[in-house]
């Protein structure tokens, strides 16, 4: 069995994001980027309680688990990335938010840093994650983010990189869902 940690910070930090470069600009999808989208942000999402008004991500750790039948339906199958997604065919990846920093986690056993950097807001109040990793120095993605009570759901709005179409399913499968708060 192939080692999780290695193999998924080598797709995050090497294959995912090693083509980014400052000047080009794209959506999740590879079209590129508009102004005329319409972002929903905290203070518009729908939910049974109220959603956080804040103008930034709350500091604080928030996991999800994701598993391989995720991937497929994302569209990933690659065997050998499926393939190390853990014994049972999951794993975790948290987020750790504290002011205009983020690192995510990779977690099989011990929780392994898979990428850091800056955090900021554009105007539309959308998460802008800057990668400081050496994999991709520079990488930017952007994030439209809501939080309802300890639910933070993150999605990829648009990147600043020439990644591939694959390239960005890998980063949407890793940094894309609902992260729930670590107590």
């Known amino acids: 069995m192939l080692d999780l940690r290695h193999t998924v910070l080598i797709l995050l930090l090497g294959t995912a994001l090693v083509a980014c470069s400052a000047g080009t600009s794209s959506t999740a999808t590879g079209e590129p980027a508009s102004s005329a989208s319409s972002p929903v942000h905290p203070s518009q999402a729908a939910g049974s309680e109220p959603a956080d008004t804040g103008r930034a991500i709350p500091d604080g750790s928030y996991a999800k688990t994701a598993t391989a039948a995720d991937a497929k339906a994302l569209g990933l199958t690659d065997h050998k990335f499926l393939s190390s997604l853990g014994s049972d065919g999951k794993t975790t990846f948290v987020f750790k938010f504290q ?15 898979g990428d850091v950097g800056t955090l900021t807001y554009d105007a539309k109040r959308d998460a802008v994650m800057t990668s400081a990793s050496d994999g991709c120095p520079g990488c930017v993605y952007t994030y439209r983010w809501s939080l309802i009570g300890d639910r933070l759901s993150l999605k990829i709005v648009g990147h600043h990189s020439t990644d591939s179409p694959k390239d960005v399913l890998i980063v949407r499968f890793v940094t894309e869902g609902t992260f729930m708060k670590q107590s």
Not at 101 to 106: A, E, G, S
């Open 99 to 113: 002011g205009e920093r983020f690192t995510q986690f990779v977690v099989e056993k011990a929780p392994e840093p």
